[in-house]
């Protein structure tokens, strides 16, 4: 290496070290990929006051929703690579997206993870009208009435749809799959009483399971969800070895120097252990994590790979 080369190799780290060091020197924004008033912008909105707290500068949730997510995380890896501009990543945006849609970017590679925030339970709810009260009794129903449950989803090709194909296939039934843009629109026909059942964040169904306007049949993590101690897992219902889980994070552009990356990470490790935040997380619906980058990193290539087996095996094309 020359001395030139040698020389600017220098400088540009001294750089780097001079940002991390006064980062930040202004509001930061978390792009949020989805519509506003889900359970997910609360939690964004949470960790938004818990960087803005650590770190002293405003934090703005700006939602940025469209194709499943990817609207927001193609502007995110374009913008900045300079810490100020981060995005509400996801298991669907990182791991499923590029196997559904044709992506001008592989978001596991255009964007640096800085944690895994929380991992995501899913459910199955029914209308308080539909006659199977238990996952047992939905099963047998379901058999004894071969596609005529209407079943809803938040949308096809994400993960609640493609955990609905898995939890059907593991229960062997078959329903007539009902996709919608977004939980909202569903759970308001499920309350209705158009749709018999529906598949969905744990999250998201919290306080109409706890209000006794739907039934939860079961959650799919391994052990019950804290804000749901009455619902069974469904290893505990009777469906052996369905065991999955989804999960939210939060990323910067690739090339975000690595400082700025740990400080982030410090302050919503730090923001995150407080009993407080946690409670309410843990009320919402949501596992707390508060990974490290690297476990997050090694995770969304783990999921990339999953899903992609995942998706092949149930014939889901890209659009």
Known sequence: MTVAAMSALSLAHGAHAND???YPAKPITIVYPYASGSASDTLTRQIAEVIAKALGQPV?????????????????????????????SASGTMAINP??????????DDLASITILTEIPFTVVTNTSFPARNLKEFIAYAKANPGKVSFANTGTGTQVHLTQVMFMKAAGITA????????MPAT????????????????????????????????????????????????????LGFVTSGWFGLAAPKGTPQAIIDKLNAAIVKGMAQS????????????PVASSPAEATT?????LARFGAMTQKIGLKKD
Do not use: C
């Open 20 to 22: 991390a060091a006064s």
């Open 60 to 88: 703005v949730v700006d939602p940025k929703p469209g194709a499943g997510g990817s609207t927001a995380v193609e502007f995110v890896t374009r913008a900045p690579a300079d810490g100020y501009t981060l995005v509400l």
């Open 99 to 108: 196997h559904i849609y044709n992506l001008r970017y592989r978001p596991v």
């Open 176 to 183: 007539n799959i009902v996709p919608y843009r977004g939980g």
């Open 188 to 239: 308001t026909d499920l309350l209705g009483g158009h749709v018999d059942a529906m598949m969905d964040n744990a999250a998201a169904q919290v306080a109409n399971v706890q209000a006794g306007k739907v039934r939860g049949l079961f959650v799919t993590t391994q052990v019950r969800s804290p804000s749901l101690p009455n619902v069974p897992t469904a290893e505990e219902a009777g469906l």
């Open 276 to 287: 407080e935040l946690r409670k309410k997380m843990l009320d919402a619906g949501w596992i």
């Open 299 to 303: 995770r969304a290539h783990a999921d």
